[in-house]
């Protein structure tokens, strides 16, 4: 199922399948691991939602639901 990384669940994970965004938002995802094929994965919310954390190729990072929606995810069944 395609969607947005905005949607992705605590503790369920997705595969990039790519961007939206263009310009320096474009490249500060791209830089930070965001890219098509890579495994994200929900890790938590803060106590107000957001932002939330994710591990992406090994790393832990904070997102905010506004860099979320440029990011096309498919989630990965278990």
Known sequence: MQTTLK???IEKKCIVIGLLNDGISRRRMLDLGI??????????KSPLG???LYKIKGALIALRKEE???ILVKIVEK
């Open 7 to 9: 949607d992705l669940d």
């Open 35 to 44: 890219v098509p094929g890579a495994l994200i994965e929900g890790i938590r």
């Open 50 to 52: 957001e932002p939330k």
């Open 68 to 70: 979320t929606v440029n």
